[in-house]
C-alpha cells in the first residue's frame, strides 16, 4: 500500500507547503474534520431555507404564489433528508469525530488518511448530486424523507422522474462515504490509541462516537440495500417493493411486491440513525458538562454502559415507526416494549448529567449554557417519544404535528445544542480563539427560547389532529379557525430562530477575522485534545513525542493540588500539590469512588 | 475478544492513576494491522448479504413468487453449472490458502505459482458467472419477469462486484510478490518501521485468503438460496415468523 498509515509515525509531520496540499487534498485529519463541517453546515442552511418556506406557506397560506403543493412536498422531503443525513450525520461524525478522534487518543491522524480524505470528497459528491436534483426536470422528489414506495415512483409524487433517483444514488454514494469514513474511526479508536489510553479511560465523546460509527456502519447497509432494490423497481421494473398496481387507470407491469418490506428495511435504518445522532452528542455533552462544571462525569463506567447499551437496543425497537402500517400484535407489544425499555439507560444518562451539574462549580458559559438547553429539550423530546411508543398512543397521533413537535425536539434542537455547545467549547482549539461571549449568549437564548416558541404549540396541533407533510388544512370540522393564528405565531417564531443563527456566522466571521488569540486551554479542560504542544495543533498533533496517558478524562477539583484539574498526560509523580498538603495521596485517591 | 470487551467495561479508570501502560497496539509487530479494518469491513458486507437474504425468505412467500428450482422444468432443478462455478471459486480458495501456508515457510516460489493459479481460477470463475447469465437470458429468465430471477441477478451481481473489489487487492499483491512496486512502500520517513518484505506479503496474504473465503461462503449461501424449492423457502421463511 502506498499509502501507510501516519498515525503508526513516532516522528514529527513535515506540514505541506502548497496551499492545494493544505486545505484541499489534504490528508490531515484536523483539515478533512474542518471541510466536512463546512460542507454540512452549508446544506444546512439550505435545509434551513427550506423550513422557512414551509413555515411561510403553513404560517400564511395564499400568500407565496411559488410556494405551490408540490414544491411544498419537496421541500419537506428535501429538508427532512438533508437535516438528518447530510447535516448531522456528516457533521457529528465527519466533523467532530474526524477532529476528535486522533487528538483524544493521542495519534498523530487516522490510521488510513488516504482513506480519510477520499471519504470527505466522496461525501461531498453525495452532496452534489441531492443538490443537482433542485436542476432537474421535474425538480427534486417530494416522496417525504421516508420515501415509502409505491408513491415514491409512481407518477403524482413529484420529481418522479429524475428526482427520485438522484435521491437514491446520492444516498448509495454517502453511504459509501460513511463506510470509508467508519471504518477509519474503528480501527483507529481500537489501534492507535497512545500508550496508557485504555478503552476506560477515554473521554465520552469518544465513546458516543465510537459507538454511533458502529451503529452506523451496522444500520446504513439496510439503506443501501433498499436503495439500490428501490432504483431497480424505478428503472428496470422489477417487483421488489412495487404491488401489482392501478395507476392514473392503467395496470402496470409490476407483480406483487411488499412496500411493507421497504418499510422494515428503511427504519431498521432509520431508527438507529436517531442514535448515530444521538450518541456522539450525548458523548459531547457529557464532556462538556463535566469541563464546565468543573466536576468529574457522574458515573462514568454507567455512561458507557448506557451508551453501549442504547446502541444495541436500538437495533430492535424500528417497527415502532410502523404501528399504523399495521402488523401482528405480537409484534407491536414486542416492539412497544424495547422501545420502552430502551428510555432505562436514556433516562440514566439524563440523571447523571443532571447529579453532574449538582453542587458543581458551575460556570454559565456559552458551550454550558447550549450543553443544559440540550438536557430540557433532550428531556422533553424523549418523553413525548415515551407517549408514542405505545402502540394505542400512537395510532390517533401519527403523522399528526404531534410526531413533528417530538422528533424535532428529540433528534433536531438537541443534536443541534450539542452541535452549538460543541462549535464554542471547541473553536479555541481548531483556531485558537474564543467566539465572542456576549454575541454567544445572544444567540443561545434567542435559539433556546425561540425552539420552545416553535414546538411548543405544536405538540397541541397535534392532538387537534393536525396532520404532517399538508400544503394547506382547507377547512376542517375538527380544527379550529385559532390553529391558523397559532401556525403563524410558530412561523415568526421561526422566521426569528432561523435569523438568530445570522448572529452564530458573523460571530465566526467576526472571531476570525478580528479577535484576539487566547490561551491554549481557555476552559482548563483534562482531557488530551487540550494537550497538544501547539494550539491550534499542527500537521502530526503531538510534535517529536507521543503523548503517555496516566489518568482518566475527567480529574477536575482534585482536592490538596494547585490549579484545579489535572490533564490526562501528567503522572501522579509530576502533579503540583499545595504546599500544606504535598505528600498526603490518600486525600484524593478516592475520588469518584460514589459510582 | 468479547469477554475482553466485558472486563474492559468493568474498569474503574478512576481508581488507577499511574497503573499499568498498555502498550500502543500500533507497535505490537505481532499484530496485522489490516487484519481489524478487514475483518470489520466483512462485518458490513456480511450485514448486506444478511439482508438482501431476509428480504429474499420474505419475498418469496408472495404468490408471484416463482422459484428458479424445485420443478424438473425450472433451470436450477440439477444445478450442474452452479456446481461447477463452486468448484472454481473453491480451487482459487485452496491455492490462496496454499500460498499463504508457503509464504510462511519463506517458500516464494510456491507461493508465486499458487498466487497466479488463484488468479487465473477467480477469473475463470467470473467468467462462467457470465456464462450462466447469458445462458438464463437465453431460455428467456429476464431481470424484471419474476422476482427469483431479479434476487438471482442482483445477488450475483453484487457478488461479482465483491469479487472485483478483491482483485484490486489481490493483483497488486501478486505484481510485489514478483518483486515489483518495492520502492513505493519504502519512503525514507517509513523505512524503519516497515515490516520485511516476507512478513509484509504474508500480511497481505492473510488479508487475501480470508477475503477470498469469505466470498466463497457468500457464494455457497447465494447458491443455496437460488436452487432451493419453494417448500425450503416456506420452512425457513416461517422460521424467521413471516
Ligand atoms: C428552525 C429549525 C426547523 C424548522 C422551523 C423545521 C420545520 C419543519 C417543518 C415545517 C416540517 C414539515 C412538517 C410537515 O409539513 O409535515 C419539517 C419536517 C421535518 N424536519 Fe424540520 N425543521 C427545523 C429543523 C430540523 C432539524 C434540525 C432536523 C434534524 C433532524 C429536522 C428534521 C425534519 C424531518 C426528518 C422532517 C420530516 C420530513 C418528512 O416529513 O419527510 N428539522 N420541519
Ligand atoms: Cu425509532
Known amino acids: 500500500m502506498p499509502h501507510v498509515a501516519i498515525a503508526d509515525q513516532t516522528s514529527e509531520l513535515h506540514d505541506p507547503r502548497s496551499f492545494i496540499t493544505k486545505y484541499i487534498w489534504s490528508q490531515d485529519h484536523k483539515v478533512i474534520a474542518i471541510q466536512y463541517a463546512l460542507t454540512a453546515i452549508g446544506v444546512g442552511l439550505i435545509a434551513l431555507v427550506l423550513s422557512a418556506m414551509m413555515r411561510l406557506q403553513l404560517g400564511f397560506p395564499d400568500t407565496f404564489d411559488f410556494i405551490t403543493p408540490n ?31 486522533p487528538l483524544m487518543i493521542g495519534a498523530r491522524d487516522m490510521v488510513f488518511p488516504y482513506l480519510n480524505m477520499l471519504s470527505y470528497w466522496t461525501y461531498l459528491l453525495s452532496v452534489l448530486i441531492l443538490l443537482a436534483s433542485f436542476f432537474v426536470p421535474g425538480g427534486p422528489t417530494g416522496a417525504g424523507w421516508t420515501l415509502y414506495p409505491p408513491q415514491a415512483i409512481l407518477p403524482g409524487t413529484p420529481g418522479v422522474d429524475a428526482g427520485i433517483v438522484l435521491m437514491l444514488v446520492s444516498l448509495a454514494v454517502f453511504i459509501i462515504a460513511f463506510t470509508m469514513g467508519g471504518l477509519n474511526y474503528v480501527t483507529t479508536v481500537l489501534q492507535a490509541r497512545t500508550h496508557g489510553m485504555t478503552l476506560m479511560r477515554m473521554p465520552l465523546s469518544l465513546w458516543g462516537i465510537f459507538t454511533a460509527t458502529v451503529l452506523g456502519l451496522l444500520a446504513f447497509p439496510a439503506l443501501l440495500v433498499s436503495a439500490i432494490m428501490m432504483a431497480l423497481d424505478k428503472l428496470i421494473g422489477t417487483s421488489f417493493f ?41 458523548g459531547m455533552v457529557s464532556d462538556v458538562l463535566a469541563v464546565h462544571a468543573r466536576k468529574n462525569i457522574f458515573g462514568y463506567r454507567m455512561m458507557v454502559w448506557a451508551i453501549v447499551i442504547i446502541g444495541f437496543l436500538s437495533f430492535i425497537v424500528w417497527a415502532h415507526h410502523m404501528y399504523v402500517s399495521g402488523m401482528n400484535p405480537v409484534f407491536g407489544y414486542f416492539f412497544a416494549t424495547t422501545t420502552l425499555i430502551i428510555a432505562v439507560p436514556t433516562a440514566i444518562k439524563v440523571y447523571n448529567w443532571v447529579l453532574t451539574l449538582w453542587r458543581g462549580n458551575i460556570h454559565l458559559t456559552v458551550p454550558m449554557l447550549f450543553a443544559i438547553g440540550f438536557i430540557f429539550t433532550f428531556t422533553h423530546g424523549g418523553l413525548t417519544g415515551l407517549f408514542l411508543g405505545n402502540v394505542v398512543v400512537d395510532l390517533p397521533l401519527s403523522d399528526t404535528y404531534f410526531v413533528v413537535a417530538h422528533f424535532h425536539m428529540v433528534m433536531g434542537v438537541s443534536p443541534i445544542m450539542v452541535l452549538f455547545a460543541a462549535i464554542y467549547h471547541w473553536f479555541p482549539l481548531v483556531t485558537g480563539k474564543r467566539l465572542h461571549d456576549g454575541l454567544g449568549k445572544l444567540h443561545f437564548w434567542i435559539t433556546f427560547l425561540g425552539t420552545y416558541a416553535i414546538y411548543l404549540p405544536m ?36 422566521i426569528v430562530v432561523g435569523l438568530a443563527q ?33 494550539v491550534p495543533p499542527r500537521h502530526g498533533n503531538w510534535g517529536q513525542k507521543l503523548p503517555t496517558v496516566y489518568r482518566w478524562a475527567y480529574d477536575y477539583s482534585v482536592p490538596g493540588i494547585t490549579s484545579d484539574f489535572i490533564p490526562q498526560n501528567i503522572s501522579e509523580d509530576a502533579v503540583i500539590r499545595d504546599a500544606e498538603t504535598s505528600g498526603d495521596v490518600d486525600d484524593h485517591s478516592d475520588k469518584g469512588s460514589h459510582t | 475478544m468479547s469477554l475482553n470487551f466485558f472486563r474492559t467495561l468493568q474498569e474503574k479508570p478512576w481508581l488507577q492513576p499511574d497503573a499499568v501502560l498498555p502498550e500502543r497496539v500500533m507497535d505490537r509487530s505481532d499484530i496485522n494491522p489490516k487484519k481489524l479494518p478487514l475483518i470489520v469491513f466483512l462485518g458490513i458486507v456480511s450485514v448486506f448479504f444478511f439482508l438482501f437474504l431476509i428480504t429474499f425468505l420474505a419475498r418469496s412467500q408472495y404468490p408471484d413468487f416463482q422459484a ?58 467470473g467468467a462462467a458467472q457470465l ?16 422476482p427469483a430471477n431479479s434476487y438471482f441477478y442482483l445477488l450475483t451481481a453484487l457478488h461479482g462486484l465483491h469479487l472485483i473489489g478483491g482483485l484490486f487487492v489481490l493483483v497488486p499483491v501478486i505484481l510485489r510478490s514478483f518483486g515489483f512496486f518495492r520502492p513505493a512502500t519504502t519512503a525514507p520517513q517509513q523505512r524503519p518501521l516497515q515490516p520485511p518484505r516476507q512478513q509484509q506479503l504474508q500480511y497481505s496474504l492473510e488479508l487475501c485468503a480470508l477475503y477470498w473465503h469469505y466470498l466463497f461462503v457468500i457464494w455457497l449461501l447465494i447458491f443455496f438460496f437460488n436452487a432451493s424449492s419453494p417448500a425450503v423457502y416456506k420452512t425457513l421463511a416461517a422460521l424467521c415468523g413471516y
Open chain 1, 502 to 534: 445570522l448572529i452564530f456566522i458573523f460571530n465566526l466571521i467576526w472571531t476570525l477575522r478580528k479577535a484576539k488569540p487566547c490561551s491554549p486551554n481557555p476552559w482548563g479542560a483534562a482531557s488530551l485534545e487540550w494537550q497538544t504542544p501547539n
Open chain 2, 131 to 146: 456464462l450462466l447469465w447469458r445462458h438464463l437470458y437465453k431460455l428467456g429468465f429476464y431481470m424484471a419477469s419474476n
Open chain 1, 459 to 494: 405538540h397541541y396541533l397535534g392532538f387537534l389532529g393536525v396532520p404532517r407533510r399538508y400544503f394547506a388544512l382547507g377547512s376542517t370540522d375538527f380544527i379550529p379557525e385559532s390553529a391558523q393564528t397559532l401556525n403563524a405565531s410558530i412561523t415568526v417564531s421561526a
Open chain 1, 242 to 282: 412495487m404491488p401489482a398496481i392501478v395507476s392514473l387507470g392503467e395496470q402496470l407491469d409490476y407483480t406483487g411486491g411488499s412496500p411493507i418490506l421497504f418499510q422494515h428495511l428503511f427504519w431498521f435504518f432509520g431508527h438507529p440513525e436517531v442514535y448515530i445522532v444521538a450518541l456522539p452528542a450525548f
Open chain 1, 71 to 101: 414544491a411544498y412536498l419537496q421541500f419537506v422531503t428535501m429538508h427532512g433528508m438533508i437535516m438528518v443525513v447530510y447535516l448531522l450525520t456528516a457533521l457529528l461524525l465527519g466533523g467532530f469525530g474526524n477532529y476528535l478522534i
Open chain 2, 68 to 125: 428458479l428450482a424445485g420443478e424438473t422444468w425450472q433451470p436450477f432443478y440439477h444445478p450442474q453449472q452452479l456446481w461447477i462455478n463452486t468448484g472454481l471459486l473453491l480451487i482459487a480458495c485452496v491455492a490462496l490458502q496454499v500460498a499463504l501456508m508457503a509464504t510462511r515457510r519463506q517458500n516464494i516460489h510456491t507461493a508465486q505459482i499458487a498466487l497466479c493459479l488463484a488468479l487465473l481460477f477467480t477469473l475463470q470463475f
